[in-house]
């Protein structure tokens, strides 16, 4: 399968119009407003998406699964548009190969995830606080030293120090 990442980095802006094209035709939408309302996005974010030159990636998967379109044909223009559902599965079910209660079944569980992802993300976030408040009380008690962690760690460590410094000139 084509690396939808490497798509997007590799043709730069030219991609993301031809992109930007087959999302809209496939939607048929009017405006820009249409296309980032058909893709679950802001007007401000489609923006920022054509100003950068391409979509985020996960966007793109989301919006081909969503669609059962297939991530080549959006990403190279190859291939069928839509994803081929097997006949077993096909047979007797609506136009998109699902029941409505296996949609909405299917909904409520990415619903979830979505959460418990958003639950986990805000955990993680805190935690790394966490730790970083530990770090820094065990290098002021000199239990540890700056030079015994990992280069890389030491690395990040100066990295969110400055970038807390930026975010909070008046907190040091």
Not at 34 to 52: E, H, I, M, N, Y
Request: net charge positive; aromatic share 8%.
């Amino acid at each position: 399968m084509f690396d939808v990442c490497q798509a997007n980095n590799d043709m730069g802006e030219n991609n993301f119009k031809i992109i930007f094209e087959r999302i809209r035709g496939h939607l048929n939408a009017k405006s820009e407003a249409d296309v980032a309302r058909g893709l679950g996005v802001s007007p401000q974010a489609l923006f920022t998406f054509k100003k950068k030159g391409k979509f985020p990636s996960d966007l793109l998967i989301k919006y081909c699964l969503k669609h059962q379109i297939s991530v080549d044909w959006l990403l190279t223009g190859e291939g069928e548009m839509y994803r081929k559902v097997p006949a077993m599965i096909a047979e007797g079910l609506p136009p998109y190969g699902l029941s409505k209660d296996v949609e909405r079944l299917i909904r409520e569980i990415s619903e979830h995830l979505t959460r418990l992802n958003f639950e986990f993300l805000s955990t993680d976030v805190w935690m790394a606080r966490v730790l970083e408040e530990l770090i820094d009380i065990l290098l002021y008690k000199g239990i540890i030293h700056l030079t015994d962690l990992p280069p890389i760690v030491r690395e990040k460590i100066k990295l969110r120090k400055n970038l807390r410094d930026h975010e909070m000139p008046g907190k040091k």
